[in-house]
């Protein structure tokens, strides 16, 4: 698998408008990240396929999986992986 555990990696589809959520977020709280774009990657589709979704965005934080863009459940998975202080996320 290309993903390290120890990154944050985004699986994006072009026209992906919670991919791009994800993305900022990520950005804007300073928090590296890798994207694999779907679309483009036979790979990266067969990674993500692998995990066992079909849809993007999947957002894998140290070997945890979160699909879709929620915020709450992105900034607690990044406190604990420790990318975040607590209260930082907001």
Request: proline share 3%; hydrophobic share 40%; aromatic share 10%.
């Amino acid at each position: 698998m290309t993903a390290v555990s120890e990154s944050v990696i985004v699986y994006s589809s072009d026209n992906c408008v919670p991919c791009e959520w994800v993305k900022k977020y990520l950005q804007r709280k300073g928090v590296p990240f890798t994207v694999f774009n779907v679309s483009h990657d036979q790979k990266a589709l067969q990674e993500l396929q692998e995990l066992g979704f079909s849809g993007t965005p999947v957002t894998v934080i140290k070997g945890q999986t979160f699909t879709g863009f929620n915020q709450k459940k992105l900034e607690e998975a990044l406190v604990a992986a420790g990318y975040l202080a607590k209260g930082e996320g907001a």
